[in-house]
C-alpha cells in the first residue's frame, strides 16, 4: 500500500517538477543554490523540498537565501501560528496565480516594480511549480508585515541578523524604521 501511494506521488510530483528557472539561481554564484543558509545541508543529496528566497532592490538583488526543509520547519515553528496564518491569507488564495511575472497580491507587472521578492520551492535540480513560485512586491510584504505579532517580528529580525550581518554604520544612518524582507510560505 505505501508503495502504491509512493509511486502516485512520484507519478503526481514529476508533473509540476521542472528544472529551475535561471531566475531562482544563486546571484552569487551564477548556479542554483547547493547548500542550505542554516545548516549548510547540500541539497543535491537531499530529497526534500527546499525552498529559496531572492530579494530584489532597484533591480539588483539585495539578498538571497536557500533554506532546507527542516529548517523552514524549524522556523515556522518559532512563529506564531496567528503570524502564520496571516502571511498564508496575504500571499494565498484559490483565485491568486502562481507566476513570477507580477505581484501575488497587488497584480501590477513586475517591470513596473523597483522592489520585490520571489519565493520558490525546489527538489533537488527542479523547481516544484504549485502554490509557488510567486512574487511579491515590497509595499505589499510591507502592508503585510503590519499585521504580524511582535514575537514573529523579532524571529524575522533574528532571522536576518543571523544570517545577513549588514556593516553596523549601515543601522546608525538608517533614518526610517527597519523594513522587513523575509516573506515565509
Ligand atoms: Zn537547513
Ligand atoms: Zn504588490
Given at each position: 500500500?505505501?508503495?502504491?501511494?509512493?509511486?502516485?506521488?512520484?507519478?503526481?510530483?514529476?508533473?509540476?517538477?521542472?528544472?529551475?528557472?535561471?531566475?531562482?539561481?544563486?546571484?552569487?554564484?551564477?548556479?542554483?543554490?547547493?547548500?542550505?543558509?542554516?545548516?549548510?545541508?547540500?541539497?543535491?543529496?537531499?530529497?526534500?523540498?527546499?525552498?529559496?528566497?531572492?530579494?530584489?532592490?532597484?533591480?539588483?538583488?539585495?539578498?538571497?537565501?536557500?533554506?532546507?526543509?527542516?529548517?523552514?520547519?524549524?522556523?515556522?515553528?518559532?512563529?506564531?501560528?496567528?503570524?502564520?496564518?496571516?502571511?498564508?491569507?496575504?500571499?494565498?488564495?484559490?483565485?491568486?496565480?502562481?507566476?513570477?511575472?507580477?505581484?501575488?497580491?497587488?497584480?501590477?507587472?513586475?517591470?513596473?516594480?523597483?522592489?520585490?521578492?520571489?519565493?520558490?520551492?525546489?527538489?533537488?535540480?527542479?523547481?516544484?511549480?504549485?502554490?509557488?513560485?510567486?512574487?511579491?512586491?515590497?509595499?505589499?510584504?510591507?502592508?503585510?508585515?503590519?499585521?504580524?505579532?511582535?514575537?514573529?517580528?523579532?524571529?524575522?529580525?533574528?532571522?536576518?541578523?543571523?544570517?545577513?550581518?549588514?556593516?553596523?554604520?549601515?543601522?546608525?544612518?538608517l533614518?526610517q524604521p527597519k523594513r522587513?524582507?523575509?516573506?515565509?510560505?
Amino acid at each position: 500500500m505505501w508503495r502504491f501511494f509512493q509511486s502516485k506521488r512520484e507519478e503526481y510530483l514529476k508533473k509540476i517538477m521542472k528544472p529551475i528557472p535561471e531566475e531562482f539561481f544563486s546571484f552569487e554564484t551564477g548556479e542554483p543554490f547547493a547548500q542550505c543558509i542554516e545548516c549548510s545541508a547540500d541539497f543535491r543529496s537531499q530529497r526534500s523540498p527546499y525552498g529559496i528566497q531572492k530579494v530584489y532592490q532597484d533591480g539588483e538583488v539585495l539578498y538571497e537565501y536557500a533554506l532546507c526543509h527542516d529548517c523552514g520547519l524549524d522556523l515556522r515553528g518559532e512563529i506564531s501560528k496567528e503570524s502564520m496564518r496571516h502571511m498564508k491569507r496575504a500571499f494565498r488564495g484559490p483565485k491568486l496565480k502562481t507566476t513570477t511575472d507580477g505581484c501575488r497580491a497587488c497584480g501590477l507587472p513586475k517591470h513596473e516594480l523597483p522592489s520585490y521578492t520571489i519565493v520558490g520551492s525546489c527538489m533537488g535540480a527542479e523547481m516544484v511549480f504549485w502554490n509557488v513560485p510567486i512574487l511579491i512586491c515590497e509595499p505589499c510584504i510591507e502592508a503585510m508585515s503590519e499585521g504580524l505579532s511582535q514575537e514573529t517580528k523579532d524571529v524575522l529580525d533574528d532571522f536576518e541578523e543571523r544570517n545577513f550581518p549588514g556593516p553596523p554604520e549601515m543601522e546608525l544612518d538608517l533614518p526610517q524604521p527597519k523594513r522587513r524582507k523575509v516573506v515565509l510560505m
